[in-house]
């Protein structure tokens, strides 16, 4: 399964990062392109306890519904509401939002999978290991919603 802390998944998703262009519509959801890349940056900064979270109780955070989400089930294409953590950032310039995008991920990855994590807002606390699979899915759903 692809996760952020495999090299070469990382590298793939650098590559599409840069395929990216500022005016390419979405082909789904309400966000464009540079809010789009602010989004996924405070994912990663949610997950490294850069912006602290309140995690809400609910049928997300049972180990077994988690579990198909994180590792099982395709993303829904503008079905899921955005948590207010995920929304903290606004676009500034387009290079500089994707070069903190790309320092993120690269971040993200030099953690250790077992080491503490910071809890996901929906999740509650999850481990590391789900921590890079749940970020890759989330940033192969946005990649795929701006088509690269």
């Known amino acids: ?3 952020l802390f495999d090299e070469k998944t990382r590298s793939g998703v650098h590559a599409r990062i ?3 262009e500022a005016a ?9 392109a540079p809010q789009m890349v602010c989004h996924a940056a405070d994912q990663l900064r949610v997950a490294l306890g850069e912006i602290p979270t309140r ?3 609910n049928l ?12 099982w089930l ?14 903290t950032s606004q676009p500034t310039s387009w290079d500089g939002d994707l070069q903190t995008l790309h320092g993120l991920v690269d971040r993200f990855a030099d953690l250790r999978p077992e080491g503490e994590w910071a809890p996901h807002p929906a999740f509650g606390p999850i481990a590391g290991r789900e921590w890079g699979r749940l970020c890759y899915k ?6 795929r919603q701006f088509a690269v």
């Open 18 to 20: 840069d395929r990216l």
């Open 74 to 87: 395709p993303w829904p294409k503008g079905k899921v509401p955005t948590v207010r953590e995920m929304l």
């Open 1 to 3: 399964m692809s996760t």
């Open 138 to 143: 989330h940033l192969d759903h946005h990649l």
């Open 55 to 57: 995690p809400r109780p």
């Open 24 to 32: 390419r519509p979405g082909l789904w959801g309400k966000m464009n």
């Open 60 to 71: 997300l955070r049972f180990r077994p519904l988690r579990q198909l989400l994180v590792y």
